[in-house]
């Protein structure tokens, strides 16, 4: 598979993560949701202990929930007053947006905006997204080809922003189900920007426990490895100490003392993959 042009991400320690051009496989981790800012510093840690260099994602606000009593999040100022304090401590920041007036606001802390698969189509919310100069994650809707999400990469490349990145976190399928196929990665890699695998949002049942979704956490590895064995240039995967307990998403999050494991055979799997003298620049 040709490798697609590397997007760059310096982290506020100094150290240099890669995206595509064959680089090894890179990280981009946490709750789904900021359920308090200790929470945030705790996990953006422990993380870092474990894996190294890595993105850590949490969202100010998750407006797509099931249910109205769904909890959102601390929203837009408070939740990036807490990010702001997680980049202070040394740590790159993603987090998503879902209007185009977040945009501005949230470059100021995150290093990677990201584009919920429900909003991968709202073309303002693209362009200003690229307009800020950041690093645009652009998840692909779970009703659109493959092939297709070029067109979303391709409003935010309109603004001269290149810095793009496309996640792919399954398909609908039926009802309250998703599934994967493996073809779109390559697919999407093809079109010549990296590709990130969602190993945590694809194992989703959306809505599967009434009016909250479930999940099935047990394959989380066996599809990143799938992945990862495509080769592809990140994964992303929602981590918590405590799913049983999380505020959003818990019942397809990994918990947090199976990370190590988990991120070591992937970084394995993608040695065998990835060119040997790429790992070795």
């Known amino acids: 598979m040709n490798a697609p ?11 240099a993560i890669r995206f595509g051009g064959d680089a090894p496989v890179a990280l981009i981790a946490g709750p789904c949701v900021i359920e308090s800012e200790e929470h945030v510093h705790f996990m953006a840690n422990a993380i870092r202990e474990i894996a190294g260099p890595f993105v850590f994602k949490a969202s100010f606000d998750k407006a797509n929930r099931t249910s109205l009593s769904g909890f959102r999040g601390p929203g837009l100022k408070e939740g990036l007053r807490i990010l702001a304090g997680a980049k202070a401590a040394g740590h790159a920041i993603l987090t998503d947006i879902h209007e185009p007036g977040q945009a501005g606001v949230a470059a100021e802390v995150a290093d990677i905006l990201q584009i919920p698969a429900f909003l991968c189509r709202q073309t303002d919310l693209l362009v200003e997204a690229g307009r800020t100069g950041r690093i645009v994650n652009v998840k ?7 092939q297709d999400i070029r067109h ?4 935010v490349a309109s603004t001269g922003n290149r810095k793009v990145l496309l996640t792919e976190r399954g398909s609908s399928f039926g009802y309250n189900n998703l599934v994967v196929d493996m073809r779109a990665l390559k ?3 093809e079109t010549g920007w990296p590709v990130i695998f969602d190993a945590t949002h694809s194992v989703q049942l959306p ?11 047990h394959f989380i590895e066996p599809l990143a490895r799938a992945a990862v064995a495509v ?15 999380a505020l959003s998403d818990g019942a397809n999050a990994l918990r947090l003392d199976l990370l190590a494991g988990f991120w070591r055979r992937l970084k394995a ?12 620049d």
Request: glycine share 12%; net charge negative.
């Open 5 to 15: 042009k590397p997007v760059d991400l310096l982290t506020p320690r100094g150290e």
């Open 140 to 146: 692909k809707g779970q009703f659109v080809a493959p």
């Open 152 to 155: 979303a990469a391709e409003k």
């Open 187 to 189: 697919v999407m890699r």
């Open 207 to 217: 809505s599967g426990a009434g009016d909250v979704s479930s999940g099935q956490p």
């Open 231 to 245: 080769g592809i240039d990140g994964i992303f995967v929602e981590v918590h100490d405590r799913p049983e307990q």
């Open 269 to 280: 799997l993608d040695a065998l993959v990835k060119p040997e003298e790429a790992l070795h």
